[in-house]
């Protein structure tokens, strides 16, 4: 798999561009968060302008996850605004789509997003979420790790595999003062790549603050931890291409608020690598 380590960026740096690779939006501006060249799978920011629509059937070869940030959207029907969500399977088709006042989109794609071949059909076995208003969504304490069950962690489940239930998107919301200063703990790694955007707060950890708008990339066993937060922070999390295991490492590695910002991410991303201090969201 050839998608590179990228923790962590923060969004706002990054220069929207126009048009979906693969040309089945070539109407919309995006932010490609990352992408592995060899299955073409992708993580984007997808920018709708106010007017914009397709009132023609379009159908796509992957899987796409739509996670709303702010305006909204209509799709088939169902209007996504900000905190909606949905997993359309590759080859569904989307009989209509509309956004009258623009939208900002968190979209992912399991493969590159051009056009089905004629006749193609969605597997009935994929995933397949519409309309789910996640801010209603009640949440969720229960912890899978009772190790990390001090944390305090809530979550709500967007999406799991009802086949491979490590294949999952949720939302995580930590609470503050997590990690007292001069605190030491394992680090922490997964047979399975995980991947995360801030939704607001922060979390601290060994590349620095990330805050609302900041997004990594970890392919599987990669170490990382401990993290922290004062403020509390909430993210959409996806687990890809593994099974989804916390595995403790045997050393305790100390824990700082005050880590500088030090990235490790591919070399086309340096340019953009700086402290974003502004008040954008992304």
């Given at each position: 798999?050839?998608?590179?380590?990228?923790?962590?960026?923060?969004?706002q740096?990054?220069?929207?561009?126009?048009?979906?690779?693969?040309?089945?939006?070539?109407?919309?501006d995006?932010?490609?968060?990352?992408?592995?060249?060899?299955?073409?799978?992708?993580?984007?920011l997808?920018?709708?302008?106010?007017?914009?629509?397709?009132?023609?059937?379009e159908?796509?070869?992957?899987?796409?996850e739509?996670?709303?940030?702010?305006?909204?959207?209509?799709?088939?029907?169902?209007?996504?605004?900000?905190?909606?969500?949905?997993?359309?399977?590759?080859?569904?088709?989307?009989?209509?789509?509309v956004?009258?006042?623009?939208?900002v989109?968190?979209?992912?794609?399991?493969?590159?997003?051009?056009?089905?071949?004629?006749?193609?059909?969605?597997?009935?076995?994929?995933?397949?979420?519409?309309?789910?208003?996640?801010?209603?969504?009640?949440?969720?304490?229960?912890?899978?790790?009772?190790?990390?069950?001090?944390?305090?962690?809530?979550?709500?489940?967007?999406?799991?595999?009802?086949?491979?239930?490590?294949?999952?998107?949720?939302?995580?919301?930590?609470?503050?003062?997590?990690y007292?200063?001069?605190?030491?703990?394992?680090?922490?790694?997964?047979?399975?790549?995980?991947?995360s955007?801030?939704?607001?707060?922060d979390?601290?950890?060994?590349?620095g603050?990330?805050?609302?708008?900041?997004?990594?990339?970890?392919?599987?066993?990669?170490?990382?931890?401990?993290?922290?937060?004062?403020?509390?922070?909430?993210?959409?999390?996806?687990?890809?291409?593994?099974?989804?295991?916390?595995?403790?490492g045997?050393?305790?590695?100390?824990?700082?608020?005050?880590?500088?910002?030090?990235?490790?991410?591919?070399?086309?991303?340096?340019?953009?690598?700086?402290v974003?201090?502004?008040?954008?969201?992304?």
């Amino acid at each position: 798999m050839a998608r590179p380590l990228t923790e962590f960026i923060y969004a706002q740096n990054l220069p929207w561009t126009q048009g979906l690779p693969g040309a089945a939006r070539d109407d919309v501006d995006v932010k490609i968060l990352s992408q592995d060249n060899e299955s073409g799978e992708m993580s984007l920011l997808v920018r709708y302008p106010a007017g914009w629509s397709r009132p023609e059937p379009e159908k796509i070869a992957a899987e796409e996850e739509m996670y709303v940030l702010d305006g909204a959207i209509t799709i088939n029907g169902h209007t996504y605004k900000r905190d909606s969500y949905m997993c359309l399977p590759q080859h569904f088709t989307r009989t209509n789509a509309v956004s009258e006042t623009g939208c900002v989109a968190l979209t992912f794609f399991d493969a590159v997003p051009a056009e089905s071949k004629p006749g193609a059909t969605p597997n009935s076995k994929a995933p397949h979420v519409e309309g789910l208003d996640v801010y209603a969504m009640r949440w969720d304490s229960k912890v899978a790790d009772p190790s990390l069950e001090w944390m305090g962690n809530r979550r709500k489940v967007l999406r799991m595999d009802p086949e491979h239930n490590q294949k999952a998107t949720f939302i995580i919301s930590t609470p503050p003062h997590i990690y007292p200063e001069n605190w030491a703990c394992p680090t922490l790694t997964h047979p399975c790549a995980e991947e995360s955007f801030m939704l607001s707060g922060d979390m601290i950890g060994p590349h620095g603050r990330m805050t609302t708008g900041s997004y990594f990339w970890r392919p599987a066993e990669i170490a990382h931890g401990p993290f922290g937060t004062r403020d509390g922070g909430m993210s959409l999390i996806r687990f890809r291409h593994g099974k989804h295991v916390n595995v403790w490492g045997a050393e305790q590695t100390p824990f700082s608020y005050d880590t500088a910002y030090q990235p490790a991410i591919p070399p086309a991303l340096k340019k953009y690598a700086t402290v974003y201090e502004g008040t954008q969201r992304f």
